[in-house]
């Protein structure tokens, strides 16, 4: 994998082929994980060399993604890439089980105490990328950019960056914020961005990180046949993991060992290295819940693809068609 940095658009911030996906860590969607657990993964991500550290406002009901980064970093501020995202938060509502609700709201005045309060939990007086998380459809997207706009003038972000966002949205917020990012899901099986997303992020100068590279862990290499996901492991709600899908999928994983065991690699490394190299992908984020895991992940930047491995992935790929859903995470 080529290791050498990858500007952000046009923006004075780089970033390395790999980064952290630091939504696993707030321990809503993973059983058992703990603060200890995620300040020991983002010191391990980073002990590997891997800097660029992607976050949220509502990545933990009470911002614990954000805490935990604050406390692993420690005085290491200059030597990491913070990318957070504002736009969506946790509201209670004792009707649901567990009784919290995922809002979306992109008001000015909402983007703008979000950020505050996310500096504040990371200790920090900028982030270095500043997304908005998604567009809210109540709110016309100009609004939002342009109060994103404001708060890079202001010094609290370098970067502007828009995730889970149509073709549209990018181009009208683009005409009131510079954009040098946008963030979306994109793995071997799920590539619909390169239909629209993509091109347009290439003749426009602007970056494309993409996460759920592993789908969830599906392409890990990892996973069993029998794996069953409690009610607390949002894994049990998705299509992919579940009946036919699961074992289609499972079947084009077994499809990558070949490969991977040719080159010497892990399935994951084959899967984050091929992602890492695809036309107009800056960057590909992985999650990780232990030093163990970011220590595999972190294997894939040694692993090197031939012609011969890419033309076994693209009929493996071939072979099982496009699964369902482009999901947010």
């Known amino acids: 994998m080529n290791t050498s940095p990858r500007p952000l658009g046009s923006s004075t911030v780089s970033v390395g082929p790999l980064g952290l996906g630091c939504w696993p860590l707030a321990g809503m969607t993973r059983e058992g994980v703990t603060r200890a657990d995620a300040v020991a993964t983002v010191r ?13 406002y509502c ?8 805490r935990a980064i604050r ?4 005085g290491r501020r200059d030597d990491v890439v913070i990318a957070g995202k504002c736009g969506i938060h946790w509201d209670r509502d004792e009707s649901c089980s567990p009784p919290r609700r995922q809002v979306s709201d992109a008001s000015p005045g909402r983007l703008i105490t979000e950020v505050e309060e996310s500096l504040g939990r990371l200790g920090t007086d900028r ?6 998380h998604a567009p809210d459809p109540r709110v016309p997207i100009e609004e939002s950019a342009a109060s994103l706009k404001r708060m890079q003038e202001q010094g609290k972000a370098v970067a502007i960056g828009l995730s889970n966002a149509s073709l549209d949205n990018l181009a009208r917020f683009a005409a009131i914020c510079p954009l040098a990012a946008c963030q979306m ?16 992020c290439r003749t ?50 077994d499809a990558l060992r070949p490969v991977a065991s040719r080159l010497g690699c892990t399935v994951a490394d084959v899967v984050l290295a091929w992602t890492a190299e695809q036309p107009g992908i800056t960057a590909v984020l992985f999650g990780a819940t232990s030093p163990d895991q970011v220590q595999r992940n972190a294997d894939a930047l040694r692993c090197s693809l031939d ?10 790929i071939r072979d099982r068609g496009p699964v369902p859903g482009r999901q947010r995470v």
């Open 127 to 132: 982030l270095d990328l500043l997304y908005l």
């Open 185 to 200: 899901p994109y793995n071997m099986l799920q590539r619909d961005i390169e239909h629209d997303i993509v091109p347009w």
């Open 204 to 253: 426009h100068g602007v970056a494309v990180i993409a996460y759920w590279p592993l789908m969830k862990g599906l392409l890990s290499g990892t996973m069993s046949r029998d794996r069953v996901f409690p009610v607390s492991d949002s894994r049990h709600r998705y299509a992919i993991f579940q009946g036919v899908e699961f074992e289609r999928n499972l079947d084009f994983v």
């Open 307 to 316: 012609d011969d491995a890419r033309q076994a992935i693209g009929l493996a």
């Open 44 to 56: 391990a991500a980073l002990d590997c060399g891997i800097v660029h550290l992607d976050t949220a």
């Open 71 to 74: 406390e692993a970093i420690g």
């Open 59 to 66: 990545y933990g009901e009470h911002g614990e993604s954000e």
